[in-house]
């Protein structure tokens, strides 16, 4: 696929890209087009990114500019999986942490790939995790965390997550700086991944095995 709006987008030409989505949007060009053309254009933004021609502040810029040109247009990311949802996923910052970018990088390239996704925030308490997932129910909670000092909140995160007989129901991703084997393995996650392609990625292996 290739039109002037998934260039301008994949060029994080903004201007450009604002001015042929009101173009199209004045001669009624239907929405869900666009949104599909928006959705092929962030990955490829994802390939240059893992081809190492783009980087981290790149596919940031690319995940705004998206995010604008779909409000623009009345929409919001979640309606870029246009009802082909992969699997539901739940994604949070845990308690006294605040950071996201990498989540929100994380989260874009989910729904990019057609995943249903819940974003709870940051500084997320263990009390909303746990409700989140009750109401939700995803098949997959991806809980960030930047400091080592909340290695022991995720950690109470998932216990109570355990505790309240959740487990067994939901996978569980460790993304972040604290992402690595040791603290994947003290926290109780089954998987993790500081890079959001390849967290991606086995968020995929997982829901389509």
Known sequence: METKIIAAVEAIDEKRAITLV???????KDKKDIATQL??????VAVRYEE???YIA????AGELVSNLLSMMGMDS???IDGKSLGKIVVGTVFDDIHD???NIFISMLRAEGFEVIDIGT???TERFIAVIKKEKPAILGISGILTSVVENIKEVIDEIVAQGLRD???IILGGALAGTDYAKYVGADDYSSDAIEGVNICKQWLLK
């Open 22 to 28: 009101a173009a199209e949007l004045e001669i009624g």
């Open 39 to 44: 959705n092929f254009a962030l990955q490829r």
């Open 52 to 54: 190492g021609e783009y």
């Open 58 to 61: 790149d596919l940031i810029m």
């Open 78 to 80: 979640t309606q870029l």
């Open 101 to 103: 970018v990498g989540k």
């Open 123 to 125: 500084d997320v308490s």
């Open 169 to 171: 129901e939901v996978k």
